[in-house]
T-cell receptor
Framework: EDQVTQSPEALRLQEGESSSLNCSYT??????LFWYRQDPGKGPEFLFT???AGEEKEKERLKATLTKKESFLHITAPKPEDSATYLC?????????????FGTGTLLAVQP | NAGVTQTPKFQVLKTGQSMTLQCAQD?????MSWYRQDPGMGLRLIHY???????DQGEVPNGYNVSRSTTEDFPLRLLSAAPSQTSVYFC?????????????FGQGTRLTVV
């Protein structure tokens, strides 16, 4: 069964303290892995798409990487404004339904 | 640029009532979808559409209907509301017909069924 697991569920960092969020997945054929950011009371906002193992993408303090089994979202020198829930989602080649499978997210809190 | 607009933002329904959640996008996207988000669970797909006149079921379609008469609009209808449908609903659109591109989400509709 297709599955996406994110860890940790919650993470508290001091401003400037770098860390990584993990997204592990089980799918029959990865068609794409997506990272989104969600602020309280708002819809998810797109960050990155990764399509093949070894691919990396960066945006400001965020860097996403992909292997055959998992993806990492690295946060370098975070600021309080990086506080949000980070969602990972995958699209599978083999599914009968054309859908994104979402993880439950990592709630990141960055304290000044 | 409005993006994806959902209305209403909040709604309280009594069990058995029906209602329509509105979703409109101004980006000329072919692929549109509805998700529900519940505590401790990831976003789950309810219905999706790959273009006007074409809709299909997602992971949790029971109790919901959709139609797509135009490219811009994709309303979600609750036929007879149940407490289990209390959730936050998100509409999303993306470029192309596969949905395998970045999705733009609306602000969500928080629905409570009492």
């Amino acid at each position: 069964e297709d599955q996406v697991t994110q860890s940790p569920e919650a993470l508290r960092l001091q401003e400037g303290e770098s860390s990584s969020l993990n997204c592990s997945y089980t799918v029959s054929g990865l068609r794409g892995l997506f990272w989104y950011r969600q602020d309280p009371g708002k819809g998810p906002e797109f960050l990155f798409t990764l399509y093949s193992a070894g691919e990396e993408k960066e945006k400001e303090r965020l860097k996403a990487t992909l292997t055959k089994k998992e993806s990492f979202l690295h946060i370098t020198a975070p600021k309080p404004e990086d506080s949000a829930t980070y969602l990972c989602a995958v699209r599978d080649y083999g599914g009968a339904t054309n859908k994104l499978i979402f993880g439950t997210g990592t709630l990141l809190a960055v304290q000044p | 640029n409005a993006g994806v607009t959902q209305t209403p933002k909040f709604q309280v329904l009594k069990t058995g009532q029906s209602m329509t959640l509105q979703c409109a996008q101004d980006m000329n996207h072919e692929y549109m979808s509805w998700y529900r988000q519940d505590p401790g669970m990831g976003l789950r797909l309810i219905h999706y559409s790959v273009g006007a006149g074409i809709t299909d079921q997602g992971e949790v379609p029971n109790g919901y209907n959709v139609s797509r008469s135009t490219t811009e609009d994709f309303p979600l209808r609750l036929l007879s509301a149940a407490p289990s449908q209390t959730s936050v609903y998100f509409c999303a659109s993306s470029y192309g017909r596969t949905g395998n591109t970045e999705a733009f989400f609306g602000q969500g509709t928080r629905l409570t069924v009492v």
